[in-house]
Protein backbone atom coordinates (compact mmCIF):
# COMPACT_ATOMS: atom_id res chain seq x y z
CA UNK A 1 0.00 0.00 0.00
CA UNK A 2 1.32 3.62 -0.66
CA UNK A 3 1.78 5.99 1.91
CA UNK A 4 0.71 8.96 0.20
CA UNK A 5 1.28 11.11 3.11
CA UNK A 6 4.73 11.05 2.36
CA UNK A 7 5.92 12.30 -1.65
CA UNK A 8 10.06 11.92 -1.79
CA UNK A 9 11.54 12.96 -4.88
CA UNK A 10 14.83 11.43 -5.63
CA UNK A 11 17.39 12.91 -8.04
CA UNK A 12 19.71 11.35 -9.93
CA UNK A 13 17.54 8.52 -9.69
CA UNK A 14 18.92 6.37 -12.68
CA UNK A 15 22.54 6.66 -10.55
CA UNK A 16 24.10 3.78 -8.73
CA UNK A 17 22.72 4.83 -5.65
CA UNK A 18 19.78 6.97 -6.58
CA UNK A 19 18.03 3.73 -8.20
CA UNK A 20 18.58 1.66 -4.99
CA UNK A 21 16.56 4.66 -3.00
CA UNK A 22 14.01 4.74 -5.57
CA UNK A 23 13.59 0.76 -4.98
CA UNK A 24 13.87 0.70 -1.57
CA UNK A 25 11.26 3.93 -0.52
CA UNK A 26 8.90 2.30 -3.45
CA UNK A 27 9.55 -1.60 -1.44
CA UNK A 28 8.38 0.33 1.67
CA UNK A 29 5.33 1.42 0.57
CA UNK A 30 6.01 5.04 -0.02
CA UNK A 31 5.04 7.51 -3.00
CA UNK A 32 8.36 8.13 -5.08
CA UNK A 33 9.03 10.09 -7.38
CA UNK A 34 12.37 9.67 -9.88
CA UNK A 35 14.00 12.46 -11.25
CA UNK A 36 15.62 12.37 -15.03
CA UNK A 37 16.38 14.53 -17.74
CA UNK A 38 15.16 11.10 -20.08
CA UNK A 39 11.85 9.45 -18.78
CA UNK A 40 12.05 7.68 -21.47
CA UNK A 41 15.18 5.72 -20.87
CA UNK A 42 14.63 5.40 -17.20
CA UNK A 43 13.66 1.79 -16.79
CA UNK A 44 11.94 1.79 -13.07
CA UNK A 45 8.90 -0.71 -12.29
CA UNK A 46 5.24 0.29 -12.25
CA UNK A 47 4.64 2.06 -9.44
CA UNK A 48 7.45 5.07 -9.88
CA UNK A 49 6.53 8.05 -10.77
CA UNK A 50 9.24 9.49 -13.07
CA UNK A 51 9.18 12.78 -14.28
CA UNK A 52 11.85 14.91 -16.01
CA UNK A 53 13.91 17.84 -14.61
CA UNK A 54 17.60 18.76 -14.05
CA UNK A 55 19.23 19.98 -11.15
CA UNK A 56 21.67 22.11 -12.90
CA UNK A 57 18.44 24.24 -14.03
CA UNK A 58 16.05 25.04 -10.86
CA UNK A 59 13.66 26.81 -13.31
CA UNK A 60 12.91 22.87 -14.55
CA UNK A 61 11.91 21.39 -10.48
CA UNK A 62 8.92 23.19 -9.82
CA UNK A 63 6.11 20.61 -10.74
CA UNK A 64 8.53 17.63 -9.37
CA UNK A 65 8.75 18.95 -5.83
CA UNK A 66 4.69 19.80 -5.95
CA UNK A 67 3.45 17.76 -2.75
CA UNK A 68 7.53 16.51 -1.89
CA UNK A 69 7.89 15.74 1.73
CA UNK A 70 11.32 14.18 1.47
CA UNK A 71 14.43 15.24 -1.51
CA UNK A 72 17.24 13.43 -2.10
CA UNK A 73 20.12 15.66 -3.93
CA UNK A 74 23.53 14.99 -5.82
CA UNK A 75 26.01 17.30 -5.73
CA UNK A 76 26.95 16.94 -8.85
CA UNK A 77 25.95 18.01 -12.53
CA UNK A 78 24.66 14.83 -13.96
CA UNK A 79 25.71 15.73 -17.65
CA UNK A 80 29.15 17.67 -16.80
CA UNK A 81 29.87 16.14 -13.29
CA UNK A 82 30.93 19.10 -12.40
CA UNK A 83 29.80 20.51 -8.56
CA UNK A 84 26.19 21.98 -8.85
CA UNK A 85 26.15 25.69 -8.10
CA UNK A 86 22.36 25.93 -7.72
CA UNK A 87 22.16 24.60 -4.40
CA UNK A 88 20.71 28.00 -2.98
CA UNK A 89 18.16 28.27 -5.65
CA UNK A 90 16.92 23.97 -4.96
CA UNK A 91 16.83 24.74 -1.34
CA UNK A 92 14.71 28.04 -1.72
CA UNK A 93 12.61 26.37 -3.88
CA UNK A 94 11.84 22.93 -1.65
CA UNK A 95 11.23 25.32 1.06
CA UNK A 96 8.19 26.93 -0.50
CA UNK A 97 7.18 23.83 -1.69
CA UNK A 98 6.96 22.13 1.45
CA UNK A 99 9.97 20.13 1.99
CA UNK A 100 10.35 18.53 5.10
CA UNK A 101 13.54 16.23 5.13
CA UNK A 102 16.64 16.22 2.51
CA UNK A 103 19.22 13.58 2.25
CA UNK A 104 22.70 14.56 0.40
CA UNK A 105 24.74 12.26 -1.03
CA UNK A 106 28.11 13.14 -0.25
CA UNK A 107 30.99 14.55 -3.02
CA UNK A 108 33.80 13.57 -1.17
CA UNK A 109 34.31 16.42 0.66
CA UNK A 110 32.27 20.28 1.19
CA UNK A 111 30.19 20.88 -2.06
CA UNK A 112 28.59 24.25 -3.06
CA UNK A 113 25.25 22.12 -3.10
CA UNK A 114 25.76 20.38 0.43
CA UNK A 115 26.92 23.76 1.96
CA UNK A 116 23.57 25.26 1.05
CA UNK A 117 21.45 22.40 2.17
CA UNK A 118 22.81 22.73 5.55
CA UNK A 119 22.79 26.07 6.01
CA UNK A 120 19.13 26.26 4.31
CA UNK A 121 16.53 25.89 7.68
CA UNK A 122 15.40 22.34 6.30
CA UNK A 123 16.18 19.44 7.93
CA UNK A 124 19.59 17.44 6.43
CA UNK A 125 21.37 14.19 6.67
CA UNK A 126 24.05 13.67 4.63
CA UNK A 127 25.05 10.34 3.28
CA UNK A 128 28.81 9.35 3.00
CA UNK A 129 29.65 5.97 1.80
CA UNK A 130 33.08 4.51 1.54
CA UNK A 131 33.85 2.29 -1.61
CA UNK A 132 30.71 1.17 -3.42
CA UNK A 133 30.65 -2.96 -4.30
CA UNK A 134 29.14 -2.08 -7.28
CA UNK A 135 32.62 -0.95 -8.65
CA UNK A 136 34.20 -4.54 -9.02
CA UNK A 137 32.10 -4.68 -12.09
CA UNK A 138 34.78 -2.74 -13.69
CA UNK A 139 36.72 -6.33 -13.12
CA UNK A 140 33.45 -7.85 -15.40
CA UNK A 141 35.38 -7.85 -18.90
CA UNK A 142 39.14 -9.01 -17.76
CA UNK A 143 37.55 -12.05 -15.66
CA UNK A 144 35.28 -12.84 -18.50
CA UNK A 145 38.47 -13.09 -21.15
CA UNK A 146 40.72 -14.44 -18.78
CA UNK A 147 39.70 -14.77 -15.23
CA UNK A 148 41.92 -12.16 -13.92
CA UNK A 149 41.88 -9.13 -11.69
CA UNK A 150 44.99 -6.95 -12.69
CA UNK A 151 45.30 -4.38 -9.80
CA UNK A 152 47.77 -1.96 -7.93
CA UNK A 153 48.18 -2.35 -4.25
CA UNK A 154 46.44 -6.12 -3.63
CA UNK A 155 46.77 -5.96 -0.06
CA UNK A 156 45.04 -2.87 0.59
CA UNK A 157 41.79 -2.79 2.61
CA UNK A 158 38.48 -2.24 2.12
CA UNK A 159 34.97 -1.84 4.22
CA UNK A 160 33.12 -1.13 0.77
CA UNK A 161 29.40 -1.38 1.10
CA UNK A 162 26.73 -2.46 -0.60
CA UNK A 163 24.26 0.41 -3.18
CA UNK A 164 21.25 -1.30 -1.91
CA UNK A 165 22.52 -0.83 2.07
CA UNK A 166 23.04 3.17 0.86
CA UNK A 167 19.82 3.32 -0.58
CA UNK A 168 18.28 1.84 2.52
CA UNK A 169 19.86 4.31 4.99
CA UNK A 170 18.90 6.58 2.83
CA UNK A 171 15.19 5.77 2.54
CA UNK A 172 14.58 6.02 5.97
CA UNK A 173 16.13 9.64 6.27
CA UNK A 174 14.01 11.02 3.99
CA UNK A 175 11.02 9.22 5.31
CA UNK A 176 11.04 9.12 9.38
CA UNK A 177 12.30 12.23 11.84
CA UNK A 178 14.85 11.98 13.57
CA UNK A 179 17.79 11.83 11.41
CA UNK A 180 17.91 15.83 10.75
CA UNK A 181 21.41 17.16 10.87
CA UNK A 182 23.59 13.95 10.73
CA UNK A 183 25.95 12.60 8.91
CA UNK A 184 26.62 9.41 8.22
CA UNK A 185 29.27 7.16 7.00
CA UNK A 186 28.32 3.90 5.88
CA UNK A 187 30.31 1.12 5.37
CA UNK A 188 30.23 -2.70 4.31
CA UNK A 189 29.99 -5.29 7.80
CA UNK A 190 33.82 -6.56 6.81
CA UNK A 191 37.70 -5.18 5.42
CA UNK A 192 38.46 -6.78 2.81
CA UNK A 193 41.37 -7.42 0.13
CA UNK A 194 41.41 -7.85 -3.72
CA UNK A 195 42.44 -11.42 -3.17
CA UNK A 196 39.03 -11.76 -0.50
CA UNK A 197 36.52 -9.85 -2.84
CA UNK A 198 38.51 -12.02 -6.68
CA UNK A 199 37.84 -15.17 -4.10
CA UNK A 200 33.90 -14.11 -3.48
CA UNK A 201 33.49 -13.13 -6.95
CA UNK A 202 35.31 -16.83 -8.00
CA UNK A 203 33.16 -18.37 -5.47
CA UNK A 204 29.79 -17.03 -7.11
CA UNK A 205 30.41 -17.52 -10.16
CA UNK A 206 31.90 -21.48 -9.92
CA UNK A 207 35.42 -20.82 -11.58
CA UNK A 208 38.93 -19.81 -9.70
CA UNK A 209 40.07 -16.42 -10.57
CA UNK A 210 44.03 -15.54 -10.08
CA UNK A 211 44.74 -11.84 -9.40
CA UNK A 212 47.88 -9.89 -10.80
CA UNK A 213 49.22 -7.23 -8.95
CA UNK A 214 50.49 -4.06 -11.26
CA UNK A 215 53.19 -1.79 -10.10
CA UNK A 216 51.94 2.02 -9.90
CA UNK A 217 53.09 3.12 -13.35
CA UNK A 218 50.80 -0.24 -15.04
CA UNK A 219 48.03 0.71 -13.02
CA UNK A 220 48.48 4.55 -14.68
CA UNK A 221 48.60 2.93 -17.70
CA UNK A 222 45.80 0.78 -17.54
CA UNK A 223 43.66 3.09 -16.15
CA UNK A 224 44.17 6.02 -19.16
CA UNK A 225 43.51 2.98 -21.07
CA UNK A 226 40.35 3.01 -19.62
CA UNK A 227 39.57 6.55 -20.28
CA UNK A 228 40.30 7.90 -16.64
CA UNK A 229 41.59 11.86 -16.28
CA UNK A 230 44.50 12.61 -15.07
CA UNK A 231 42.47 13.97 -11.84
CA UNK A 232 40.43 10.50 -11.41
CA UNK A 233 44.16 8.64 -11.97
CA UNK A 234 45.55 11.24 -9.21
CA UNK A 235 42.66 10.34 -6.99
CA UNK A 236 42.69 6.82 -7.23
CA UNK A 237 46.49 6.73 -6.74
CA UNK A 238 46.11 8.22 -3.37
CA UNK A 239 43.13 6.71 -1.96
CA UNK A 240 44.03 3.18 -3.19
CA UNK A 241 47.67 3.47 -1.72
CA UNK A 242 46.35 5.30 1.45
CA UNK A 243 42.94 4.33 1.86
CA UNK A 244 41.94 6.63 4.93
CA UNK A 245 40.91 4.56 8.36
CA UNK A 246 37.43 5.40 7.54
CA UNK A 247 37.40 3.82 4.08
CA UNK A 248 38.55 0.33 5.74
CA UNK A 249 37.12 0.36 9.64
CA UNK A 250 33.67 -1.56 9.59
CA UNK A 251 31.05 0.43 11.13
CA UNK A 252 27.81 -0.46 12.37
CA UNK A 253 25.77 2.84 10.66
CA UNK A 254 23.47 0.00 8.41
CA UNK A 255 22.35 -1.58 11.04
CA UNK A 256 21.68 1.32 13.15
CA UNK A 257 19.90 3.39 10.82
CA UNK A 258 17.80 0.53 9.21
CA UNK A 259 17.67 -2.47 11.67
CA UNK A 260 19.35 -4.74 9.42
CA UNK A 261 23.02 -5.92 8.91
CA UNK A 262 24.96 -4.60 5.98
CA UNK A 263 25.06 -7.24 3.01
CA UNK A 264 28.39 -8.93 2.51
CA UNK A 265 30.33 -8.72 -0.77
CA UNK A 266 29.71 -12.65 -1.03
CA UNK A 267 26.01 -11.53 -1.35
CA UNK A 268 26.37 -8.80 -3.68
CA UNK A 269 28.72 -11.19 -5.90
CA UNK A 270 25.92 -14.14 -5.97
CA UNK A 271 23.62 -11.32 -6.87
CA UNK A 272 25.64 -10.48 -9.69
CA UNK A 273 27.68 -13.69 -10.32
CA UNK A 274 26.23 -13.93 -14.39
CA UNK A 275 28.48 -10.57 -14.68
CA UNK A 276 31.55 -12.33 -14.00
CA UNK A 277 30.86 -15.69 -16.03
CA UNK A 278 32.75 -15.95 -19.37
CA UNK A 279 29.90 -15.62 -22.17
CA UNK A 280 29.40 -18.35 -24.62
Request: glycine content about 12%; aromatic content about 4%; overall charge negative.
Amino acid sequence: MTNNANVNLVTGATGTVGRQIVLELLSRGHHVRALTRDPAKADFPDGVEVVRGDLADPASLGPALEGVTGLHLITFDGGLFAPLETGPEIVELAGRAGVRRITVLNGGGDTPLQSAVQAGGIAWTVIMPVEFMANALEWAEGIRADDTVREPFVGRLSAMVHEGDIGAVAAVALSEDGHGGKSYLITGPEALTIQDKADALAGARGRKIEVVELSEAQAVEQWRAAGHPEEVIGFLLEVYGNTPPEGRTPINTVAEVTGRPARTFAQWAAEHADAFRPRS
